[in-house]
């Protein structure tokens, strides 16, 4: 009973205990730490693979353009075919000739 009195009077007298002044402190200074800087110590403990200094990172190349199917080649082949065809008038004898023109053109656009 006689602790609780002198605690009471102690805190009624604006002194503080050390304890109470420990806790303040702590909070204080939890409050201060950037939530940043417990980001980084997470991501620096990841393991990471050796790299030489100065090396630049490897860089993943991909293709200009998503690579197309059998059948949309196909159908290129025979719009540039029907094309060529249509530039000289239709005339019957140099289909073959438009067909493997065509096949060419496209197979160098979409780099195949």
């Known amino acids: 009973m006689l602790d609780t009195q002198t605690r009471s009077q102690k ?3 604006g002194s503080k205990t050390s304890a109470q002044t420990s806790i303040q402190t702590s909070t204080k200074a939890a409050s201060k730490v950037p939530t940043k800087a417990v980001a980084r110590k997470t991501a620096a403990a990841k393991p990471r693979k050796a790299r030489a200094k100065g090396s630049p990172a490897p860089v993943q190349v991909q293709p200009a353009t998503p ?3 059998a059948d949309e080649r196909q159908i290129l082949i ?3 075919a029907y094309f060529r065809a249509e530039k000289r008038g239709f005339a ?3 289909e073959l000739e ?6 060419a053109e496209v197979l160098l656009r979409i780099g195949g």
Do not use: V
């Open 11 to 13: 805190s009624k007298s």
């Open 98 to 103: 438009d067909w493997f023109e065509a096949e």
């Open 92 to 94: 019957p004898g140099s």
């Open 78 to 80: 025979e719009q540039a």
């Open 67 to 69: 690579a197309i199917t």
